[in-house]
């Protein structure tokens, strides 16, 4: 035996943090001959066996006594060459295999140089588990940061879930342990065993992992992702070439569980998906699909905002691959995807990413940095370089092998401010004394700025809910740098004044004008989404007051008060039917509700031709963020409660008027001032009986008197129905 006793200890006791210095094959250095040691707790017997030199020697390995290590010598070679090893194990059985601990470490100094930089950007192609071919050998590569751990081993169902035959090396200070293990394929399950900074054992599953487990197991699952064949190329090219501020965008947000169900229990796969998301989503006319967390989570009712896997989309529907012609699906129908993201916090799971090494590793120590009180999960710590290099690189992710054209960022509120939710004493001031949080607001703007370069055309959209100012203005002028941001407190007045009686709409007028006071400080998205209609807050058409005729009504001015304010459109499925539970994530959309009297299926029909008009006029897209794109006619008619404003582009030759009466009162000879004279064909009127409205209106259009009105040398009387928004645009 040449090993000393201390190096026998540590490979029998699983301490040494290289093994690959003792195991594998070693030249004998001044003596003539090379050394193989295999520590293989199955085996009776070993064999070392060459591979591409056949002169090369073939030589038995001996049982150290009194351990499951072998070892063998041969002074018929200087150099160490390609070698098998024949095992034979207890029951006669013999296997031959590369030994894995002959390979070269398949990381690089300058992939653990950027990634401790927190600037490799494909840092996915290089940790977790990676399917390789190395020296004609078919395997896979695993490794994982764990700086603080004492041994890692990789377990799965190639080795017997046994931590000693594949401990991984620990590559100097970087903190990345790594082994290529020979044989190990697509399909293998696997964990991480980790001896923790404290000495405990525990496993862990893959932060990199690409596919796992359907939950409530927890292994991750070696995977190639980048196999799928895509026919998206003109829509990618397109979308490269795309001003999103200046196009059109109305986005069907859903969760994938719960849309459509095959039964009361099962729901739709990716695939499955496809054909009916396809069709519906194209029929009603919407330009994108969002998805809720599409990524990996164990705890079905978060949600999937509580993610375990940031680098898969979830088993529960399917393949990667699945996942991948879905979105495939949606584009050749030329329909974009934006998926929720999540790299505000993360659950207390120390399976997945809490205290992954026994340390706080992803999260901070101090609670009062690393923990969400709301939620009880934990806040990621942004000012450490791998941490922002895993979200970074994460984002990157999905855009490359998914194609995502989007990626709405959940919480960034929560991000911003180190007191968000939190009282005196419990957060701790930033160095200069403050309450933002410049290590998130760093990484915005660096994850933004690279998102964009990476992917042009790639939309990030923020949920933020406070006056933060610059959030959709570029990091070089101090901007968080995200393509759009949800306006909230668009969101919250306007469901604010439609829950009230009509009669008492007058004293609220304001909730519906405010936004403009500062619109033109953000690229805004109006979203009416899945918040909107979940925990005791009721489903949309349940906040609007009066019988079924006058709920349906409201809630069509609602949608068309929507469509036609300036900024992007957003919808939560089952909006568009009126529904009227609040969203159940185990059960599907109350379709039958169709099929149980017209006001259903009227709101259905509504919100499709709110999107064919919407996208078939430049004036209500082209300057949703131009002064020039919107003017208000008059605001100030609150005995009424009509409101009426212009909507053109911003040269002014595409030009629509907006009415809405937001009373059951019908109002005929209403005057209204208009910028152009002629004949106004009525485009749209969410009172007409094909929507179950009450079929009044402007018997196809208006024309102009050239009476001043409103500030324009020219008007014309409109019939304004009950509880309606109606729509004219000047015929050429």
């Known amino acids: 035996m040449i090993l000393t006793p201390d190096e026998l200890r540590s490979l029998v006791e699983l301490t040494h943090q290289s093994p690959h210095t003792l195991l594998g094959m070693h030249p004998l250095g001044d003596q003539s001959g090379v050394v193989v040691r295999a520590f293989l707790p199955d085996a009776q017997s070993v064999a070392v066996q060459p591979v591409h030199e056949k002169k090369k020697p073939a030589f038995a390995l001996e049982r150290i006594p009194d351990t499951d290590i072998f070892e063998g010598i041969t002074q018929a070679a200087s150099a160490v060459y390609a070698y098998d090893l024949v095992i034979t194990n207890h029951q006669g059985q013999v296997r031959r295999t590369r030994d894995a601990f002959s390979f070269l470490p398949t990381l690089g100094e300058s992939d653990l140089f950027l990634f401790g930089k927190g600037d490799e950007r494909k840092i996915y192609e290089k940790l977790g588990a990676q399917l390789r071919t190395i020296d004609g050998v078919p395997g896979t590569s695993f490794a994982v940061w764990a700086p603080n751990a004492q041994r890692v081993s990789v ?69 190639e992702t980048r196999g799928f064949k895509w026919t998206d190329a003109a829509w990618l090219k397109k979308r490269r070439e795309r001003d999103a501020l200046r196009s059109p965008m109305s986005v069907y947000e859903m969760h994938v569980g719960s849309w459509q169900k095959k039964t009361a229990t099962e729901s739709w796969s990716y695939r499955e998906l496809a054909q009916p998301l396809v069709e519906y989503v194209t029929r009603l006319g919407f330009t994108h699909v969002e998805f809720m967390p599409v990524a990996e989570h164990a705890y079905y009712p978060s949600w999937g905002y509580q993610v375990t896997g940031f680098y898969a989309p979830t088993s529960r529907f399917g393949t990667p691959e699945d996942f991948q012609f879905l979105v495939n699906a949606l584009h050749a129908a030329g329909i974009g995807v934006i998926v929720d993201w999540v790299p505000a916090h993360f659950p207390r799971d120390t399976w997945a990413l809490a205290r992954f090494d026994g340390t706080a590793l992803f999260e901070h120590e101090d609670p009062r940095k690393g923990a969400h009180q709301d939620w009880g999960t934990l806040i990621f710590n942004f000012g450490r370089n ?6 970074v690189a994460n984002a990157l992710f999905w855009c490359e092998r998914f194609h995502i054209d989007g990626l709405r960022v959940d919480a960034v509120a929560s991000m911003l401010y180190l007191d968000y939710s939190r009282k ?45 100012p610059q959030v959709t203005r570029p ?206 064909r009525e485009a749209l009127n969410s009172d007409a009986g094909i929507y179950a409205g009450s079929n009044a209106g402007n018997y196809g259009g208006v024309t102009t008197r050239p009476i001043p009105a409103h500030g324009h040398p020219q008007s014309a009387e409109f019939f304004l129905p009950p509880l309606s928004v109606v729509v004219f645009q000047a015929e050429a």
């Open 475 to 680: 990091p070089y002028l101090g901007g968080l740098g995200f393509s759009f941001k949800w306006n909230m407190g668009w969101m919250h007045d306007t469901l604010g004044y439609f829950k009230h009686e009509p009669v008492h709409r007058k004293y609220h007028q304001n909730d519906l004008t405010f936004a403009m006071l500062y619109h033109h400080n953000e690229n805004f998205v109006l979203p009416l989404s899945h918040d909107e209609v979940v925990h005791g807050k009721g489903s949309l058409i349940g906040r609007m007051p009066g019988d079924d005729w006058q709920k349906f009504a409201s809630l069509r001015s609602l949608l068309a008060y929507q469509w036609l304010f300036p900024g992007k459109k957003m919808l939560f499925m089952g909006g568009e039917l009126g529904q009227r539970a609040e969203w159940n994530e185990n059960a599907q959309l109350d379709w039958w509700l169709l099929d149980a009297g017209p006001f259903h299926r009227g709101a259905q029909r509504f919100v499709g031709d709110l999107n064919k008009l919407y996208a078939a006029s430049p004036a209500l897209w082209q300057a949703d963020y131009d002064h020039a794109g919107f003017s208000w006619i008059d605001c100030n008619d609150r005995e009424n409660s009509v409101l009426s404003f212009l909507r053109q582009t911003a040269d002014g030759r595409n030009q629509t008027v907006v009415i809405l009466n937001l009373t059951p009162v019908p109002r005929p000879g209403y005057r209204v001032g208009v910028p152009r004279a002629g004949r106004w």
């Open 424 to 468: 005196a004493g419990e957060w701790i001031p930033n160095q200069f004394g403050g309450r933002e949080n410049l290590e998130a607001i760093e990484f915005l703007k660096k994850f933004n700025h690279i998102t964009h370069t990476e992917f042009p055309g790639v939309m990030t959209i923020a949920e933020e809910s406070t006056a933060w």
């Open 386 to 391: 791998e941490v922002s290099n895993f979200l």
């Open 155 to 223: 377990v799965g169902d190639f080795n017997g879930w046994d931590g000693r035959f594949h401990p991984l090396r620990l590559l100097g200070a970087s903190g990345v342990w790594e082994i290529f293990i020979p044989g190990v394929g697509q399909g293998a399950h696997y964990k991480f065993e980790i001896r923790d900074a404290h000495g405990h054992v525990k496993l862990n599953t893959d932060p990199f992992g690409f596919f796992f487990e359907v939950a409530p197991k927890q292994a991750a699952i070696v995977w």
